[in-house]
Protein backbone atom coordinates (compact mmCIF):
# COMPACT_ATOMS: atom_id res chain seq x y z
CA UNK A 1 0.00 0.00 0.00
CA UNK A 2 1.07 3.56 -0.70
CA UNK A 3 -1.29 5.11 1.98
CA UNK A 4 2.34 6.44 3.54
CA UNK A 5 3.18 8.11 1.11
CA UNK A 6 -0.06 10.27 -0.30
CA UNK A 7 0.45 13.72 0.91
CA UNK A 8 -2.73 15.30 1.94
CA UNK A 9 -5.11 17.03 -0.04
CA UNK A 10 -7.41 18.95 1.79
CA UNK A 11 -11.33 19.34 0.13
CA UNK A 12 -11.24 22.42 -1.79
CA UNK A 13 -14.35 23.64 0.07
CA UNK A 14 -12.48 23.43 3.26
CA UNK A 15 -9.74 26.07 1.67
CA UNK A 16 -9.79 30.08 1.29
CA UNK A 17 -10.25 31.92 -1.54
CA UNK A 18 -6.43 33.97 -0.46
CA UNK A 19 -5.41 30.77 -0.15
CA UNK A 20 -6.40 29.59 -3.95
CA UNK A 21 -5.20 33.16 -5.36
CA UNK A 22 -2.04 33.12 -3.66
CA UNK A 23 -1.45 29.55 -5.31
CA UNK A 24 -2.49 31.08 -8.62
CA UNK A 25 -1.05 34.52 -8.65
CA UNK A 26 2.27 32.78 -9.12
CA UNK A 27 3.44 32.39 -13.19
CA UNK A 28 4.73 29.21 -12.31
CA UNK A 29 1.67 27.64 -11.04
CA UNK A 30 -0.92 28.67 -13.28
CA UNK A 31 1.36 27.23 -15.92
CA UNK A 32 0.93 23.95 -14.07
CA UNK A 33 -2.80 23.85 -13.74
CA UNK A 34 -3.11 24.95 -17.67
CA UNK A 35 -0.86 22.29 -18.54
CA UNK A 36 -2.85 19.93 -16.76
CA UNK A 37 -5.47 21.19 -17.91
CA UNK A 38 -4.43 21.04 -21.57
CA UNK A 39 -3.61 17.18 -21.08
CA UNK A 40 -5.39 14.20 -22.06
CA UNK A 41 -4.30 12.14 -18.83
CA UNK A 42 -2.77 12.92 -16.05
CA UNK A 43 1.03 14.22 -15.70
CA UNK A 44 4.17 13.21 -14.05
CA UNK A 45 5.90 15.57 -12.41
CA UNK A 46 9.05 15.25 -14.57
CA UNK A 47 7.09 15.85 -17.86
CA UNK A 48 5.77 19.66 -17.70
CA UNK A 49 7.25 22.25 -19.50
CA UNK A 50 8.59 24.67 -17.04
CA UNK A 51 11.40 27.33 -16.12
CA UNK A 52 12.55 26.65 -13.09
CA UNK A 53 14.69 23.67 -11.46
CA UNK A 54 13.26 20.66 -10.48
CA UNK A 55 13.38 21.39 -6.85
CA UNK A 56 11.24 24.65 -7.47
CA UNK A 57 8.88 22.56 -9.33
CA UNK A 58 8.46 20.63 -6.64
CA UNK A 59 7.57 23.98 -4.10
CA UNK A 60 5.26 24.66 -6.85
CA UNK A 61 3.39 21.36 -6.74
CA UNK A 62 3.29 21.38 -3.32
CA UNK A 63 1.73 24.95 -2.90
CA UNK A 64 -1.29 23.87 -5.66
CA UNK A 65 -1.84 20.44 -3.74
CA UNK A 66 -1.95 22.25 -0.34
CA UNK A 67 -4.20 25.28 -1.87
CA UNK A 68 -7.12 22.24 -3.24
CA UNK A 69 -6.07 22.54 -7.10
CA UNK A 70 -4.28 19.17 -7.68
CA UNK A 71 -4.24 15.81 -6.66
CA UNK A 72 -0.66 13.97 -6.29
CA UNK A 73 -0.58 9.73 -6.56
CA UNK A 74 2.05 7.58 -6.94
CA UNK A 75 2.31 5.59 -10.45
CA UNK A 76 5.39 2.95 -8.94
CA UNK A 77 7.94 5.47 -8.62
CA UNK A 78 6.48 8.46 -10.85
CA UNK A 79 4.57 10.90 -9.22
CA UNK A 80 1.54 11.87 -11.06
CA UNK A 81 -0.46 14.73 -10.89
CA UNK A 82 -4.29 15.64 -11.56
CA UNK A 83 -6.18 18.73 -11.95
CA UNK A 84 -9.09 18.30 -9.52
CA UNK A 85 -11.32 21.29 -11.73
CA UNK A 86 -14.68 19.44 -10.52
CA UNK A 87 -14.17 19.84 -7.06
CA UNK A 88 -12.55 23.35 -7.36
CA UNK A 89 -15.58 24.52 -9.36
CA UNK A 90 -17.93 23.03 -7.04
CA UNK A 91 -16.11 25.46 -4.10
CA UNK A 92 -15.41 28.67 -6.25
CA UNK A 93 -17.38 28.74 -9.45
CA UNK A 94 -15.73 29.85 -12.82
CA UNK A 95 -12.79 30.87 -10.59
CA UNK A 96 -10.36 28.16 -11.79
CA UNK A 97 -11.63 28.46 -15.84
CA UNK A 98 -11.54 32.13 -15.84
CA UNK A 99 -7.67 32.09 -14.78
CA UNK A 100 -6.90 29.00 -17.00
CA UNK A 101 -8.55 30.67 -20.27
CA UNK A 102 -6.99 34.13 -19.32
CA UNK A 103 -3.48 32.21 -18.73
CA UNK A 104 -4.45 30.28 -22.36
CA UNK A 105 -4.99 33.85 -24.08
CA UNK A 106 -1.82 35.55 -22.45
CA UNK A 107 0.32 32.60 -23.46
CA UNK A 108 -1.34 33.00 -26.93
CA UNK A 109 -0.27 36.74 -27.21
CA UNK A 110 3.17 36.37 -26.18
CA UNK A 111 6.04 36.19 -28.51
CA UNK A 112 6.22 32.26 -28.24
CA UNK A 113 2.55 32.05 -28.60
CA UNK A 114 0.20 31.21 -32.19
CA UNK B 1 -11.72 71.44 -16.40
CA UNK B 2 -10.33 68.54 -14.82
CA UNK B 3 -8.63 67.10 -17.00
CA UNK B 4 -5.26 67.41 -15.00
CA UNK B 5 -6.42 65.80 -12.22
CA UNK B 6 -7.95 62.67 -13.71
CA UNK B 7 -4.60 59.84 -13.72
CA UNK B 8 -3.93 57.89 -15.85
CA UNK B 9 -6.56 54.79 -16.56
CA UNK B 10 -5.25 51.28 -18.92
CA UNK B 11 -7.35 49.90 -21.44
CA UNK B 12 -7.99 46.50 -19.60
CA UNK B 13 -7.23 45.21 -22.57
CA UNK B 14 -3.74 45.81 -22.14
CA UNK B 15 -3.23 44.78 -18.52
CA UNK B 16 -1.46 41.50 -18.15
CA UNK B 17 -3.02 38.18 -16.27
CA UNK B 18 -0.41 38.83 -13.46
CA UNK B 19 -0.88 42.34 -12.99
CA UNK B 20 -4.76 41.53 -12.54
CA UNK B 21 -4.16 38.75 -10.52
CA UNK B 22 -1.63 40.93 -8.01
CA UNK B 23 -4.41 43.65 -7.77
CA UNK B 24 -6.68 40.68 -6.72
CA UNK B 25 -4.71 38.75 -4.50
CA UNK B 26 -4.70 41.37 -1.60
CA UNK B 27 -7.84 40.73 0.81
CA UNK B 28 -8.18 44.76 1.11
CA UNK B 29 -8.15 45.44 -2.75
CA UNK B 30 -10.80 42.47 -3.05
CA UNK B 31 -12.82 43.96 -0.49
CA UNK B 32 -13.04 47.28 -2.60
CA UNK B 33 -14.14 45.33 -5.26
CA UNK B 34 -16.88 43.52 -3.63
CA UNK B 35 -17.95 46.50 -2.12
CA UNK B 36 -18.08 49.04 -5.42
CA UNK B 37 -19.96 45.92 -7.12
CA UNK B 38 -22.38 46.01 -5.00
CA UNK B 39 -22.79 49.70 -4.55
CA UNK B 40 -25.72 51.11 -6.11
CA UNK B 41 -23.83 54.27 -7.40
CA UNK B 42 -19.92 54.99 -7.44
CA UNK B 43 -18.63 55.16 -4.08
CA UNK B 44 -16.15 57.92 -2.72
CA UNK B 45 -12.69 56.74 -1.38
CA UNK B 46 -13.70 57.76 2.74
CA UNK B 47 -16.66 55.66 2.04
CA UNK B 48 -15.34 52.30 1.96
CA UNK B 49 -15.47 50.18 4.94
CA UNK B 50 -11.68 49.30 5.09
CA UNK B 51 -9.32 48.08 7.75
CA UNK B 52 -6.66 50.24 6.96
CA UNK B 53 -5.55 54.07 6.97
CA UNK B 54 -6.31 56.36 4.48
CA UNK B 55 -3.10 56.48 3.31
CA UNK B 56 -3.02 52.79 2.82
CA UNK B 57 -6.39 52.18 1.08
CA UNK B 58 -5.20 55.34 -1.27
CA UNK B 59 -2.21 53.24 -2.36
CA UNK B 60 -4.80 49.92 -2.86
CA UNK B 61 -7.04 52.27 -5.13
CA UNK B 62 -4.06 53.44 -6.79
CA UNK B 63 -2.89 49.49 -7.81
CA UNK B 64 -6.35 48.72 -8.40
CA UNK B 65 -6.59 51.69 -11.16
CA UNK B 66 -3.44 50.83 -12.61
CA UNK B 67 -4.71 47.17 -12.92
CA UNK B 68 -7.68 48.48 -14.79
CA UNK B 69 -10.34 47.34 -12.46
CA UNK B 70 -11.61 50.80 -11.28
CA UNK B 71 -11.97 54.03 -12.46
CA UNK B 72 -11.70 56.88 -10.34
CA UNK B 73 -12.78 60.92 -11.33
CA UNK B 74 -13.80 63.78 -9.09
CA UNK B 75 -16.91 65.21 -8.11
CA UNK B 76 -16.21 68.28 -6.57
CA UNK B 77 -13.52 67.89 -4.10
CA UNK B 78 -14.37 63.75 -3.47
CA UNK B 79 -12.80 61.14 -5.23
CA UNK B 80 -14.83 58.80 -6.86
CA UNK B 81 -14.66 55.25 -7.92
CA UNK B 82 -16.41 52.98 -10.16
CA UNK B 83 -16.34 49.36 -11.44
CA UNK B 84 -15.11 48.99 -14.33
CA UNK B 85 -16.58 45.54 -14.78
CA UNK B 86 -18.09 45.29 -18.54
CA UNK B 87 -14.26 46.02 -19.51
CA UNK B 88 -12.97 43.82 -17.47
CA UNK B 89 -15.34 40.88 -18.14
CA UNK B 90 -14.43 41.83 -22.10
CA UNK B 91 -10.52 41.39 -21.36
CA UNK B 92 -11.12 38.47 -18.69
CA UNK B 93 -13.89 36.81 -19.34
CA UNK B 94 -15.22 35.32 -15.74
CA UNK B 95 -12.28 36.31 -13.66
CA UNK B 96 -13.84 39.81 -11.46
CA UNK B 97 -17.32 38.11 -11.51
CA UNK B 98 -15.81 34.74 -10.18
CA UNK B 99 -13.74 36.31 -7.81
CA UNK B 100 -16.20 38.80 -6.28
CA UNK B 101 -18.24 35.82 -5.83
CA UNK B 102 -15.79 33.96 -4.04
CA UNK B 103 -15.17 36.99 -1.53
CA UNK B 104 -18.68 37.43 -0.99
CA UNK B 105 -19.19 33.77 -0.43
CA UNK B 106 -16.07 33.80 1.98
CA UNK B 107 -17.24 36.98 3.57
CA UNK B 108 -20.96 35.18 4.52
CA UNK B 109 -19.23 32.13 5.91
CA UNK B 110 -16.89 34.05 8.15
CA UNK B 111 -17.77 35.34 11.59
CA UNK B 112 -19.06 38.82 11.00
CA UNK B 113 -21.46 36.86 8.12
CA UNK B 114 -24.91 36.06 7.72
Known amino acids: MDADRTPHHPDPR ?3 LQQVLDALVDPVRRSIVTQLDGARADVKCGEFDL ?5 TATHHFRILREAGLIRQYYAGTARMNEL ?6 AAFPGLLAAVIE ?3 AAQGAGPGGA
Chains 1, 2 share one sequence.
Open 14 to 16: TVS
Open 51 to 55: PVSKS
Open 84 to 89: RGAEVE
Open 102 to 104: AER
